[in-house]
């Protein structure tokens, strides 16, 4: 059974930085593809989910949503099994509820149609 838990999000003021953290179970990150999604607030469950970023397997590429192109880097940790999503020069517009999620792909995407897995959730909030 495949798990995966988000940890770190928080209350950040703009300009901010933050690194969320998101440990698997049940699947290797470094051998499917691995994408960071969120939600913004007023969306309802399953809806309203846009891609940020995501990974190939072994690290051999990378795709990033034109809004957080420059200011957030996805990268794994192998010996963890861990993904993780650093975001520098945060916004308002960057608070939503950000998901880990796992495909059977091996290139990455952004499309949430195309993981299987996803976490719970960590709460980003972007605000002076």
């Known amino acids: 059974e495949v798990q995966l838990v988000e940890s770190g999000g928080d209350l950040v003021e703009p300009g901010g930085s933050l690194t969320l953290s998101c440990i698997a179970s049940?699947?290797?990150?470094?051998?499917?593809?691995m994408s960071w999604l969120r939600r913004p607030p007023g969306s309802g469950p399953g809806s309203g989910r846009e891609a940020v970023a995501s990974i190939s397997f072994d690290d051999l590429g990378t795709l990033y949503a034109d809004s957080v192109k420059g200011r957030f880097t996805i990268f794994d940790e192998r010996a963890k099994n861990m993904l993780y999503l650093e975001m520098d020069n945060l916004k308002p517009e960057d608070s939503a509820m950000y998901y880990c999620a796992s495909s059977g792909r091996v290139w990455p995407s952004l499309s949430p149609g195309d993981f299987t897995y996803w976490g719970q959730g960590t709460q980003v909030t972007v605000s002076s």
């Open positions: 049940g699947v290797t990150v470094s051998d499917v593809a």
